[in-house]
T-cell receptor, first 114, second 110 residues
Framework: GAGVSQSPRYKVAKRGQDVALRCDPISGHVSLFWYQQALGQGPEFLTYFQNEAQLDKSGLPSDRFFAERPEGSVSTLKIQRTQQEDSAVYLC????????????FGPGTRLTVT | ELKVEQNPLFLSMQEGKNYTIYCNYSTTSDRLYWYRQDPGKSLESLFVLLSNGAVKQEGRLMASLDTKARLSTLHITAAVHDLSATYFCAVPPYNNDMRFGAGTRLTVKP
């Protein structure tokens, strides 16, 4: 079946613009995670959804970051008034809620803020 | 707060040699994951280790988990160029979100 998909794959934004990044998880996966990966670093947790409920947003770096998953499937990560330090790859992952809890990662969206 | 530390961060190996990458974590967890990432690509799952003493092998890679020591190892046997990549270990503290190590950038030279 299809894996996790993300769009767009690449996004260039001017500082101060708002951006929206989309994640389509694997069908039927209950849990969805967003991570931020800066160049040369490991992914860092941003936020977590179980179905439509956002259970943990402790990793969001500022109130300019907002995520939603209104129908418990597709999720959108929105960044308002982008800053240069927001430049990174944003990874989405989904998982079943049982078994190994293995997370399946999407290809990522590379955001460059100029 | 959970800390995950990998070493070495950079590893240059000759083809045919063996080496081990270490992953230490600071709080209790009964699961640990290893991922591979090629430049410009996403994360590919290598191993899921679910219990103390778990050992898994795939090709030239073997991973093990010691939950009492809070240590996992990724052993590379007879390295080949195709193994060149960055390897991450990750531990889920709660809610199943992952805390990642900084990664080990492996280069295998002929």
């Amino acid at each position: 079946g299809a894996g996790v998909s993300q769009s767009p794959r690449y996004k260039v934004a001017k500082r101060g613009q708002d951006v929206a990044l989309r994640c389509d998880p694997i069908s039927g996966h209950v849990s969805l995670f967003w991570y931020q990966q800066a160049l040369g670093q490991g992914p860092e947790f941003l936020t977590y959804f179980q179905n439509e409920a956002q259970l943990d947003k402790s990793g969001l770096p500022s109130d300019r970051f907002f995520a939603e998953r209104p129908e418990g499937s597709v999720s959108t990560l929105k960044i308002q008034r982008t800053q240069q330090e927001d430049s990174a790859v944003y990874l989405c992952a989904s998982t079943d809620s049982f078994g190994s809890y293995e997370q399946y990662f999407g290809p990522g969206t590379r955001l460059t803020v100029t | 707060e959970l800390k995950v530390e990998q070493n070495p961060l950079f590893l240059s190996m000759q083809e045919g040699k063996n080496y081990t990458i270490y992953c230490n974590y600071s709080t209790t967890s009964d699961r640990l994951y290893w991922y591979r990432q090629d430049p410009g690509k996403s994360l590919e799952s290598l191993f899921v280790l679910l219990s103390n003493g778990a050992v898994k092998q795939e090709g030239r890679l073997m991973a093990s988990l010691d939950t009492k020591a809070r240590l996992s190892t990724l052993h590379i046997t007879a390295a080949v160029h195709d193994l060149s990549a960055t390897y991450f270990c990750a531990v889920p503290p709660y809610n199943n979100d992952m805390r990642f190590g900084a990664g080990t950038r492996l280069t295998v030279k002929p």
